[in-house]
């Protein structure tokens, strides 16, 4: 349990709570199908976080940091979608100062628990967070069960279970590995739930690259992970099976008819923005069209990043985006080269976010974005704190 003189000692706590509360206002928000005046809260947070990431910027960031590549080609990115927002729509509305003054609202959170674990361990707000998680899914689960009764045909719930995905290699961290199964099977349930396609091919590679990445070297070890893995995958197929059967939701039938049924429409939206790319003139091909250029062509999103920023901001933010992800990767690399106890955790971490940016949204709106820069400004910091404890990188 956590008490007062831990508070007192942890001079950053109030980031961990921060963070957490912004996800339960998300969440809440998916409770009650976007009734909630929660909305006013999460946005004063995000201001919080720009405001702290100036100050922390400025005071207490590491400039020889080892990671310091991933978080300025972040904030290069975030600089130039919000130079070129200003250039496409006119600032002339309190909304519009908004959203440009939060638009770095992800590099400050990135930034901000990159700093925090400098000083402090990784597992000292363990039990805050593993608890968050869990009271997340059931939020979830309770959405599901509102919009079941309800029988909506539309709901804003069914992509909230990615909140908890994204925190998802944090709490296999902090969770023994004799009890992972359950946030595994936890949040895989959901997934099924809500049908996610994309959320159910997450949890399987970071189910593998968890059980079968990193330590667990001796024969005992690796025999009682193949068999943890086995329990964890006749679980899960009994728990598709059987949901499939009641709710008549065909998840894996759906998987399987992917190319058929055209990725529920995806396919179509990325062949009409590939091609509306490719009719693109010179200004519109390196500088894009504007926020919202998307929706005004389809009339809603693209569900692939990639597609997204290149059609709205052009050539130049797209190229960031895929540098940025290759910095993570030669971090990831670096760390497995050291031997970092947590290099798996990183690399779930990037799988987690990556896939979301390739079949659903994550970049372009300051939501699962932010759970999942939570979790990798943590494992940076972490890292850079143990490559110059004990490495020296060349």
Known sequence: MVSFSFFRKHRYWYLYFLIIAFLFLKMIRGVYGGESSG??????IQVLFVLLGVVFFFSKYNRNSRSINVFF????????VSLLNMIYSPIDSLSSWFYLFTSPCAPSVLLLFYCVTQKY???D???????????????FYYSMARHRIA??????AFSDIYYPLCLLPLVLLLTKTKRT??????????????????GLVIVAIVAFVYYFFGENKRKSNKIFVLLLFSVLVVISSLLINYIDSVYGLHTIDRMMHSKEDGGSGRFSRWDILLSAIGKSDLWELIFGRGFGAVYGLIGGRAHNDFIEIFYNFGLITVVLYVVFY??????????YRCHYPYAKYMTCSIIVSLVLAMVSFFIVEPTYVLASMFVTGLLLGDWNKFSNNSYQIN
Do not use: C
């Not at 909305?39 to 004063?44: A, E, K, R, S, T």
């Not at 029988?151 to 804003?156: L, R």
């Open 125 to 139: 707000f363990a039990f805050l967070i593993k608890t968050s998680y869990y009271v997340l899914i059931l939020m």
């Open 151 to 156: 029988a909506a045909d539309e709901y804003i």
């Open 326 to 335: 290759l910095r993570l990767f030669v971090v990831n690399f670096k760390q």
């Open 39 to 44: 909305g006013g809260v999460w946005n004063i």
């Open 181 to 198: 199964v359950f946030p595994l099977l936890a949040v895989m349930l959901g997934i099924i739930v809500s049908g996610k396609r994309g």
């Open 73 to 80: 080609v972040f904030s290069i990115w975030q600089m130039i």
């Open 121 to 123: 361990d990784i597992h």
